[in-house]
């Protein structure tokens, strides 16, 4: 059964951190790599971090530095730690592998207040 169920979003200070997860099916899990993805109201929908089977990690400049994705294969989710963030990083986020499949998750709103 396909499935990506992202949470752990919710409202958040400036400054603040939040923790998401993503559970995914198998089929997508073991894609290459998998990647956490955002789109904020009238924008496009963007990579923000990626992560690869062995573990290589890429980030979008705008949160290099704060964000840190991990997974845990046995598991087989998909971590995001959002540290220092910004009102610029509200958004809706999704996970899905990268690059992505033309399957989505509900995504989990991230709302960062000033």
């Known amino acids: 059964q396909v499935q990506l169920v992202e949470s752990g979003g919710g409202l958040v200070q400036a400054g603040g951190s939040l923790r998401l997860s993503c559970a995914a099916s198998?089929?997508?899990?073991?894609?290459?790599?998998m990647g956490w993805y955002r789109q904020a109201p009238g924008k496009q929908r963007v990579l923000v971090a990626s992560?690869?089977?062995?573990?290589?990690?890429n980030y979008a400049d705008s949160v290099k530095g704060r964000f840190t994705i991990s997974r845990d294969d046995a598991k087989n989710t998909v971590y995001l730690q959002m540290n220092s963030l910004k009102p610029e990083d509200t958004a809706v986020y999704y996970c899905?592998?990268?690059?992505?499949?033309?399957?989505w998750g509900p995504g989990t709103q991230v709302t960062v207040s000033s």
């Open positions: 198998g089929s997508f899990f073991s894609a290459n790599a």
């Open positions: 899905n592998t990268a690059p992505f499949r033309n399957y």
């Open positions: 992560i690869t089977r062995s573990g290589s990690t």
